[in-house]
Structures are given as C-alpha cells and as structure tokens.
C-alpha cells in the first residue's frame, strides 16, 4: 500500500529575509556584548531613550487636551461622534474604544449614565 507524500519539498524562505534575520541577530549579539562591557554607556543610552518617548507621549496629550478643550462642556455620544471622533479616530489611526479607554484613564472625560452625556473635564471650571 502507497502512502501518500508531497511530491516535493516545502520551499525554503528567500535569502534576503534569512539575510535580515542574520542582520538582526549580528545586531542583538553586538549589544548584548556593549551590556557586558559597558554598561554604563548603555544605561545612559537607554535613560535618554526613555526620555525622548516620555517627552513625544506628553506631548501627544498635550494635544489631545488642546482639542478637547475646543469641545463643549457636556456632549451626547452623536454629538461626539460627529464633532470629534470621526475625524479624530481617522487621522489618528485610533480605534474608538482605543480612544474612549485613554480618555477615561487620563481624567480628560467622563461618562455621565444619568443624562447619557460625556463631560468634558479639560475645560476650566466657571467661576
């Protein structure tokens, strides 16, 4: 009884994505070795990292807070949608639950169930 077997082997990868994934591992042995020998240079390289992506994650939210506050104090979830969030979301390349979670985690708005509104917190309180 023949069993049946492919007729050919499966193709190998092209040579110029193994070449990037020998590029690749040339580059992590290349720093796993400046760990190993400077440490303290790599530290300093990865503090300012962590400072320039602090610096461009503030200054996304400061944007964020400058348009929201352009936006009435309350708004129904349409209103929302047709002022804001259409565009928003598109330009952005942002889902809208993307949008509503980081909102809501950084205190910029708030969902009222009672009159089934978002308040917007950016704007300053009237005295």
Avoid at 5 to 11: D, H, I, L, T, V
Avoid at 90 to 110: D, H, P, Q
């Amino acid at each position: 009884m023949k069993q049946n077997r492919p007729k050919s082997r499966p193709s190998r990868k092209p040579a110029t994505r193994r070449g990037k994934v020998l590029a690749r591992l040339a580059l992590t042995r290349h720093r796993q070795k400046a760990w190993r020998e400077r440490p303290e240079h790599m530290e300093g390289i990865r503090q300012r990292a962590i400072a320039k992506a602090k610096a461009v994650k503030d200054q996304k939210n400061q944007n964020l807070i400058a348009v929201l506050s352009t936006l009435p104090d309350r708004l129904t979830p349409t209103e929302l949608r047709q002022l804001f969030l259409d565009e928003y979301c598109r330009n952005k390349e942002v889902t809208e639950e993307s949008f509503f979670l980081r909102v809501k985690r950084r205190g910029l708005m708030a969902y009222d169930p009672a009159d089934g509104t978002w308040v917007n917190l950016t704007k300053e309180p009237k005295a």
